[in-house]
């Protein structure tokens, strides 16, 4: 039996991990452009999960990477005995241009590792680091918005219209829905 799957939100059945290519005995990976989706940049989340409880020792974990082209491997999540399946959003590398057409098989991988669940206890925590400095992205972005509109200032109190609020929304909605990834694409310091 598959000891693991994923699943790509809304664009795929369960792909459990007969369908991967094995490495080494705790390496799996799968060519995304092949088996999946030529369009890679389409897929938005991926769920990894176990099959099955008691498939992994309760001292492991499974980690799930991303690889695009001759890149890194990058780090996105993971599940355990007792979280056995999460759903992680999917950053694909844009260019100027815009995505990356595939060059061939291999060009968009996913790569599940079984490793200690202490080591990817580490991993997960930099990703709690990650998801708070999206949010002070967000707040940043929302108050350079609003700052544009000031009528005036007096001292620490900013004067902004009515709708200006309703009008950043409207903003980071659309831009959010074009790329997910737009506060986060360039990475200067906050």
Not at 13 to 27: C, E, G, K, L
């Amino acid at each position: 039996m598959a000891p693991f799957g994923v699943l790509f939100v809304g664009n795929s059945y369960p792909i459990t991990s007969d369908y991967f290519a094995q490495v080494d005995p705790t390496h799996w990976v799968l060519d995304v452009c092949s088996l999946v989706k030529p369009q890679y940049w389409e897929l938005k989340e991926v769920c990894l999960f176990l099959t099955a409880p008691d498939t992994l020792d309760p001292s492991l974990a499974l980690g799930l990477y991303l690889k695009s082209g001759s890149g890194d491997w990058v780090y996105m999540g993971c599940c355990h005995s007792t979280h056995p399946s999460e759903v992680m959003p999917l950053r694909w590398p844009a260019q100027e241009g815009g995505y990356a057409v595939p060059a061939g098989p291999g060009f968009i991988q996913v790569g599940v590792s079984i490793e200690p669940l202490a080591e990817v206890a580490a991993k997960e925590s930099s990703r709690v680091g990650d998801k708070l400095a999206y949010a002070k992205r967000v707040g940043m972005d929302l108050y350079h918005f609003l700052a544009s509109f000031a009528t005036q200032t007096n001292g620490d109190t900013i004067v902004i219209p009515t709708k200006a609020l309703d009008r950043w929304y409207e903003r980071f909605e659309r831009k959010f829905r074009l790329d997910p990834d737009f506060l986060t694409r360039n990475q200067d310091k906050i």
